[in-house]
């Protein structure tokens, strides 16, 4: 058995939770929006054709703020495909997912279904093949009371009262040559930039967030967000990143180190904005939006995987099979988000149905919940308050991650991963939430928590998350092989902690006064 030591004290806090940290994302992509949450003549679809057994899914999975519609999709985007009488709205090539997008499902259902799931729409415009001009007029449609082309024309689809949208992602991955109409940074800063100005002054209310880097393996990577912040510093509040953790190696110690590097990402991002404001001496701080975050690579660099031929509605595509190893490695990226909550104020979890996705649906039939449910369930539940700074003393290990970027490997080296990952979140009334990874294969760690300035602390709920066998999934027939259990031996003595945590597992406790 290992040990480890924790520190943590109560006045030491990284930052606070925003609430949007809890995010997913729901694209028109294979079976996430048609078959996923919406499927008219399902058995538990509401007169809507929101499928309700889902909707109850979503509520348990607790995700706060939702993506939409895309992705690569939103870049051939056109809105306005998407509003009016259903009956006349025109089916079209999707170009990002070579399937046909009937379009009979659009904005405004997707803003009732926010409301029906009781989660915050965050929309993305289209800034590849359309520009500013599509964006601020939808933004007008979405927000503005009456009184004009845009507005009214809302009214007149059935819905009187304006959407009020906060939350504005200008265009997604435009650093990515895969993007329609793919841009250089410089040339997306100032599309993004005139972007931000007109749809602020359509609705001065929104926040707005601009496209980073689709990865830190893009060849790109900070140039782009040094030169994009540059253009837009003064008219966004937020840039993006994306990371999908991959196991192609098979090699199971490196996959579960690997969400360190989003640790990595995120203090290199702020280290470049933070230096874009250095320079006009401004005390402005932008914050991150990590918009795209899983675990995805079984279907990803496959392109049967990706694509079926024929132009489809809806394929079963991207549709990733998650194991209790997977789970464990986006554990790990839950305590990355965490643990940079005084920057990250917003993430989305990519994305919510069927395609690379906590939870899965059978076409007219059932809906379960995938490994990776858990995880995020935990850290929206529980993860809400001050993230406390935990000073940790464990063993490490030395690895390599891999990271395919076109034909090329990339490979980042680890020197000093600890097998102990946490994340400690003091909550209302003394409350403390310890969210905790045991990256060691084989021997069990032995935890001893010190936390200061919390009184008498007592257990009100301890979870484990392991399986004996790592590629153990959940299926439709055996939709609970990987489930919590009670976490046992959770020893609590005034502010003192002891637990123990088994070989590659993830543990959750919280701990009242
Ligand atoms: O989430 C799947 C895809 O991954 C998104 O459409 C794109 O933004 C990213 O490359």
Redesign the pocket.
Known sequence: MRKARVLVDSDFAIGHTDPRLFGA?V?H?GRCVYGGIYEPGHPTADEKGFRTDVLALVKELGPTIIRYP????VSGYNWEDGVGPVERRPARLDL?WFSTEPNTFGTNEFLDWCKAAEVEPMLAVNLGTRDGDAARNLVEYCNHRSGSAWSDLRRSHGWNEPHNVRFWCLG??MD?P?QMQHKSAACYGAVAREAAKMMRWVDPTIELAVCGS?GRNMPTFGQWEDTVIEHTFDHVDYISL?T?LNNYKQDTASFLASADLMDSFIEEVVAIADAVAAKRRSSKRMMLSFD?W?V?YRTRRNRADRVREGWPVAPAI?EEIYTMEDALAFAGACISLLNHADRVRSACL??LVN??APIMTEPGGGAWRQTIFYPFAHMSRLGRGRVLRTRVESDSYETSCFDPRGKEELTFRLPNVPYLKIAAVAGDAGSLSLFMLNRDLQHEVDVTLQARGFGNLVVSEALELCHDDLQMTNTKDAPARVKPEPLQAVRVDGGLLGATLKPASWNVIHLST
Do not use: D, M, T, V
């Open positions: 994302f694209e992509l895309g992705g690569n999709f990002a997604n991955e990515g895969w689709s994306h999908y795209e899983n995805w991207l990519a994305q395609a690379i």
